[in-house]
């Protein structure tokens, strides 16, 4: 009896030590899940403009002010940027560089609480970011929104899907998309079972179900490498075979052997040839 007595009470120690861990574990995902998203945050630092670019400061909220850096000649077509979560104005520099060099005019923004831009992450301020940065671009090109192209990177797509919705945006280029967040989360392993407790969702393939639908004479490409292990070779899939079914002419680049942060060198031919298809 005594014997027995000890082996309960150690059974339920071990459940309690057992449960307290994995609420612990849950409160930190939950808790840290802004910097999850967006660990560049961690990064905050005022980014010096290099020579050849234009920088901008745009208050864009309450106490939340974005850095811009614009790079190009001005008459010659419109790009705006949305980068992935582990970039910043400094390290997607290059990239926009050679967007440049082939003849467009070209934005890119730090989301607030990223390098130079103040602020706290969130799924409505990443919105309220793009939104403002194209109102932004907009006024200073004189451009329609329908002129501008928009790229979406990664984390990117899920503001950038955000302005499709809301804008009559005619050309968009998705580097590795996904569906939706919980969709990314639930096909890891231990996470999928926290996926309830997420507060990011960017619906993008409902968002760009919706754009589909009331901008039929549109064209939009997406980039996704078949090994992929940050977002699934699969989202982009699912995205592409929603877009089939409408009137929106999609172009899929499918990469046989990019990983996450290769495709954009990898597909650079595709991708300009795309671009250049009827500019």
């Not at 984390?155 to 809301?166: D, K, S």
Request: proline share 5%; hydrophobic share 45%.
């Amino acid at each position: 009896v005594v014997i027995e007595s000890i082996l309960m009470s150690l059974i339920w120690s071990f459940l309690f030590v057992g449960l307290f861990f994995f609420l612990l574990i849950v409160s930190l995902v939950v808790v840290l899940q802004d910097i999850q998203i967006l660990p560049a945050m961690l990064m905050r630092r005022e980014l010096a403009s290099p020579k050849e670019a234009i920088e901008h400061h745009l208050e864009v909220d309450l106490g939340v002010t974005i850095q811009i850096w614009e790079l190009g000649v001005p008459e010659n077509p419109t790009i705006l940027f949305l980068h992935g979560n582990g970039d910043s104005l400094e390290t997607f520099f290059e990239t926009q560089k050679r967007f440049a060099s082939l003849g467009f005019h070209t934005w890119q923004f730090d989301y607030r609480s990223v390098a130079g831009s103040s602020g706290w992450p969130s799924e409505k301020g990443l919105c309220i970011d793009a939104e403002a940065v194209l109102k932004f671009v907009i006024s200073n090109t004189g451009k329609k929104p329908e002129e501008i192209i928009l790229i979406g990177q990664s984390l990117g797509t899920g503001p950038t899907c955000w302005l499709l919705e809301h804008y009559s945006i005619k050309r968009t280029l998705l580097y590795t998309p996904y569906t939706t967040i919980p969709s990314i989360v639930k096909s890891r392993p231990v996470l999928r079972y926290l996926a309830i407790f997420l507060w990011y969702h960017f619906p993008n393939v409902e968002r760009l179900r919706k754009w589909s639908q009331v901008n039929p004479d549109s064209k939009v490409c997406l980039v996704h490498g078949k090994p992929d292990q940050v977002i699934p070779y699969s989202h982009s899939k699912e995205i592409y075979q929603v877009l089939k079914k409408s009137e929106v002419l999609c172009h899929f680049i499918s990469l046989e052997n990019s990983q996450h942060n290769e495709v954009i060198e990898d597909s650079w031919e595709q991708v300009r040839l795309w671009l250049n298809s009827d500019i």
